[in-house]
């Protein structure tokens, strides 16, 4: 059974940085593509940053320079560093793969940004 779980939600100053893990149990880890997704009240849930299993990236354009999307196969964690951190960057954080058809996310770590 695969497992996602997210952590290191919080809260922050605009301006701050913010660090997300997430661990995934119940796959083999390292050929999968990792994703972070975040989705604020009201709107999409959107890609933010994607890693895939030979390290290359992919972001966000409006997270471009301010977020890193790093892996830690021996540990099956994937991290989301945050810094520069803005008002609009306020949402739900969702950590996400998949295995065939089937996409396996976490239930979600909060982070709001204060002006």
């Known amino acids: 059974q695969v497992h996602v779980v997210e952590r290191g939600g919080g809260f922050v100053q605009a301006g701050g940085s913010l660090r997300l893990s997430c661990t995934a149990s119940?796959?083999?880890?390292?050929?999968?593509?990792m994703n972070w997704y975040r989705q604020a009240p009201g709107k999409e849930r959107d890609l933010v940053a994607s890693?895939?299993?030979?390290?290359?990236?992919n972001y966000l354009d409006s997270v471009k320079g301010r977020f890193t999307i790093s892996r830690n196969n021996a540990r099956n964690m994937v991290f989301l560093q945050m810094d520069s951190l803005k008002s609009e960057d306020s949402a739900v954080y969702y950590c996400?793969?998949?295995?065939?058809?089937?996409?396996?996310w976490g239930k979600g770590t909060p982070v709001t940004v204060s002006l």
């Open positions: 996400n793969t998949n295995r065939g058809n089937t996409d396996f």
């Open positions: 890693i895939a299993s030979d390290g290359s990236t």
């Open positions: 119940g796959i083999n880890f390292k050929i999968h593509r």
